[in-house]
């Protein structure tokens, strides 16, 4: 089967750094994706690894290595919109198209 | 490009009575996934279509249903509700390539009483 580990709360003051990790166990996956969700939205693609190394998309940055099983969501100047929740997922080589989320890291940015 | 829409957005339904909630892809996309998102499951894989079959599949009873037009809207049926159907039910749609970006729509949220 498939499951990702995240966090369920992270706490951090505006301007800061936040790292939100992701350790997962599966087969096989074509890549790790990070999504954004606000309260009564939906979810907002952020970033995705299809390779180990570091992705970086403006403030936001994601690490995988598929060797340690882990992965993580960097966000960096952060804003108070940035408080939301962040899932990680996976699309597994055996369900084409079907993603497998993380429960999700709530992060709250205090002043 | 609009984005992927959702209809309706709000729906309160009774025990035992069907469902049928529709989503619109992004112009050009052809895979439609369902996900249903609770705050004790989380975000689930119901199932997703593509070119008008049912593909994948996750780990629902028979009474989650779907399927898919030839404009590649879809549709997604609920029967017999049970109280634990109150849910957000979310469609993704995305280009056939994989790691595509999936695409979310608003949401549907349901409410059984």
């Known amino acids: 089967g498939q499951s990702l580990e995240q966090p369920s709360e992270v706490t951090a003051v505006e301007g800061a750094i936040v790292q939100i990790n992701c350790t997962y166990q599966?087969?096989?996956?074509?890549?790790l994706s990070w999504y954004q969700q606000h309260d009564g939205g939906a979810p907002t693609f952020l970033s995705y690894n299809a390779l180990d190394g570091l992705e970086e998309t403006g403030r936001f940055s994601s690490f995988l290595s598929r060797s340690d099983s882990y992965g993580y969501l960097l966000l960096q100047e952060l804003q108070m919109k940035d408080s939301a929740s962040y899932f990680c997922?996976?699309?597994?080589?055996?369900?084409?198209?079907?993603?497998?989320f993380g429960a999700g890291t709530r992060l709250a940015v205090h002043p | 490009k609009a984005g992927v829409t959702q209809t309706p957005r709000y729906l309160i339904k009774t025990r035992g009575q069907q469902v049928t909630l529709s989503c619109s892809p992004i112009s050009g996309h052809r895979s439609v996934s369902w996900y249903q998102q609770t705050p004790g499951q989380g975000l689930q894989f119901l199932f997703e279509?593509?070119?008008?079959?049912?593909?994948n599949k996750g780990n629902f009873p028979g009474r989650f249903s779907g399927r898919q037009f030839s404009n590649s809207r879809s549709e997604m049926n609920v029967s017999t509700l049970e109280l634990g159907d109150s849910a957000l039910y979310l469609c993704a749609s995305r280009n056939d390539r994989a790691g595509e970006t999936q695409y979310f729509g608003p949401g549907t949220r349901l409410l059984v009483l």
């Open positions: 997922a996976v699309e597994g080589t055996g369900g084409y198209n079907k993603l497998i």
């Open positions: 599966t087969s096989g996956f074509y890549g």
């Open positions: 279509y593509f070119s008008e079959t049912q593909r």
